[in-house]
């Protein structure tokens, strides 16, 4: 459904992706580890179009989209809903207008069918009669699952999340992984979720990728990854600051053996 076939992008003398191919199956929530910067989120723009890579190719449902016309791009986007890091909310907007936003500007339903499903959508993400609500009196979980409910309003065939759990609280966080497990099992979509909370991933996921140093190092079940002897894996997966991945405090401590 999804094909990512060895990309690279680059910014300045830096190489963020070195050559990463992956397939994401229809049904399927791949979950995409790795360490802060190692470019989870730039990986999820480039499968959406809003970053091109410079090589290789992307294909969704057997669209080129690194290589086609800006309609037929803009026609795959419409199957594709996306939750921001931050939630990307219209501040100047209210909670209603944000979600109904695509539907308004993309679709032809009528006043009254964007009404409702505007509501439904809010109502499958636990938040109701606050439509009227601007987003600077919501709370961070509450700002996470309005950028849900405006993803899923235009009943996409696949969400991609970047770090859906960032910034909440244990439970909240929780909230946020059942309520995407609910989403794959009524809406039948398929979806990739960018993060580094092994919590979440080991819950929500069918498969796991990490990605480290513009490549994947590890593809495989929650399960697997949990008894990987990858060093690298292993070392992130348990939360360790001894191990191949350097920290800020190795280089610093580094530095000062210099």
Do not use: W
């Amino acid at each position: 459904m999804i094909k990512v076939d060895n990309i690279y992008k680059q910014f300045g003398v830096k190489t963020v992706l070195n050559g990463v191919s992956l397939d994401v199956r229809s049904g399927e929530t791949l979950v995409i580890i790795g360490s802060s910067g190692v470019g989870k989120s730039i990986l999820l723009k480039n499968i959406i179009g809003l970053v091109k890579p410079d090589s290789g190719f992307i294909e969704v449902d057997g669209v080129n989209i690194t290589n086609c016309s800006l309609e037929e791009l803009h026609e795959t986007r419409k199957k594709i809903g996306y939750v921001f890091q931050e939630s990307a909310l219209f501040d100047s907007l209210n909670i209603f207008e944000n979600v109904s936003f695509g539907l308004k500007n993309l679709t032809s339903l009528s006043k009254n069918e964007i009404k409702q499903r505007t509501k439904q959508c809010l109502a499958m993400v636990g938040l109701e009669n606050v439509e009227h609500l601007n987003p600077s009196g919501l709370s961070g979980g509450m700002k996470k699952r309005v950028g849900l409910a405006r993803a899923i309003a235009y009943q996409p065939e696949y969400i991609l999340y970047d770090e859906p759990t960032t910034g909440l609280d244990p439970i909240m966080s929780d909230v946020i992984n059942d309520l995407i497990i609910n989403l794959k099992k009524y809406l039948h979509v398929t979806s990739i979720v960018v993060t580094h909370d092994m919590n979440s991933a080991y819950k929500i996921a069918d498969r796991i990728m990490m990605l480290y140093s513009g490549n994947i190092i590890f593809n495989g079940t929650p399960d697997e990854i949990r008894n990987t002897k990858n060093k690298y894996v292993k070392q992130f997966v348990e939360g360790s600051s001894q191990g191949p991945i350097h920290t800020d405090r190795t280089f610093e401590m580094e530095r000062k053996k210099i």
